[in-house]
């Protein structure tokens, strides 16, 4: 079975995007260039399907602007399966593999288990769609690059109480201002 992680950014006080939903903040921070490209692209390169919720989704195929320039979404994204959890109807950029998915994470992770085939999922955002991942006993792991910004208020990183019991940090890494902590998710049996 694949490992399901939950990579993202956050503010120094713990949110995803600012409270209008956008991500200028992080982008205005130095990550490093090359080397995060590097990094990253190691990360990439172990993931078969990605999980986002329906905010997400849209606020990324708006800000790259894919239904217009729909054959961006290769160069971002290759061949990767996407599974978007909404409840609405959502539009797709031509040619991209993306699926729209209805009601529980649960009933959706045998879908996105095998379309992963033997490489991760990767949780994109957001933050409640990685804790329904947890609450269903299906997240892995968490990375999170912290920025040095605050916002005061926004998406929350994790919304929800989550024990050290059930935390493990596994790595802390620094590259240019972000710090990159990754944490193993102890099973809720185990913690």
């Given at each position: 079975m694949p490992r399901t992680v939950f990579y993202t950014a956050s503010s120094l006080d713990g949110f995803i995007a600012d409270e209008g939903g956008a991500l200028d903040w992080l982008f205005a921070v130095d990550d490093g260039g090359d080397e995060a490209d590097a990094f990253f692209g190691e990360f990439y390169a172990q993931v078969g399907a990605l999980v986002e919720g329906s905010t997400t989704y849209s606020?990324?195929?708006?800000?790259?602007?894919?239904?217009?320039?729909?054959?961006?979404?290769?160069?971002?994204?290759?061949?990767?399966?996407?599974?978007?959890?909404?409840?609405r109807d959502l539009p797709t950029p031509d040619g991209a593999d993306v699926?729209?998915?209805?009601?529980?994470?649960?009933?959706?992770?045998?879908?996105?288990?095998?379309?992963?085939?033997?490489?991760?999922?990767?949780v994109v955002g957001g933050g409640d769609l990685a804790g329904q991942f947890l609450d269903a006993g299906a997240l892995?792991?968490?990375?999170?690059?912290v920025a040095p910004v605050t916002l005061g208020g926004g998406a929350p990183l994790l919304p929800r109480r989550v024990e050290a019991s059930r935390l493990r940090l596994a790595d802390v890494t620094r590259r240019a201002q972000f710090a990159y902590l990754t944490y193993d998710v102890v099973p809720a049996t185990e913690g």
């Open positions: 606020w990324v195929v708006d800000q790259e602007k894919l239904l217009t320039e729909p054959e961006r979404w290769q160069t971002l994204y290759g061949a990767v399966p996407t599974f978007v959890f909404s409840s699926r729209v998915v209805r009601g529980d994470v649960v009933d959706t992770l045998p879908s996105i288990w095998s379309a992963a085939g033997d490489k991760d999922v990767w892995d792991q968490i990375v999170v690059a």
